[in-house]
Nanobody, 128 residues
């Protein structure tokens, strides 16, 4: 089992920045990739970004490309999401997820059902 704990959410004005963290514990050696997803009220959970644990390959949703940066610190078993130039439409609960299955299909990283473990989420609210 892998446990994931997110932190760093909060209230920020439009144009501001936040840095989300996700600390992994347990069988972290089994993690192949980690991703960030978000879910706004009344909407489905959507992909934000993903990073492969060893190679550090990154993937982004078009809506956040150029504004958000995903990174990982293997020594701390932690993945980060640096969110800049935040917009009101970025308001959502942000979830961290871990995928333990290797793949060459990058499309899989964008699919929530492909992930094996999930954190409890952290709220991000962007005011206009």
């Amino acid at each position: 089992q892998v446990q994931l704990v997110e932190s760093g959410g909060g209230l920020v004005q439009a144009g501001g920045s936040l840095r989300l963290s996700c600390a992994a514990s347990g069988r972290t050696f089994s993690i192949y990739a980690m991703g960030w997803f978000r879910q706004a009220p009344g909407k489905e959970r959507e992909f934000v970004a993903a990073v492969t644990w060893t190679a550090g390959n990154t993937y982004y949703a078009d809506s956040v490309k150029g504004r958000f940066t995903i990174s990982r610190d293997n020594s701390k078993n932690t993945v980060y999401l640096q969110a800049n130039s935040l917009k009101p439409e970025d308001t959502a609960v942000y979830y961290c997820a871990a995928d333990k299955r290797p793949t060459f299909d990058s499309f899989r990283y964008t699919q929530a059902h492909e992930y094996d473990y999930w954190g409890q989420g952290t709220q991000v609210t962007v005011s206009s």
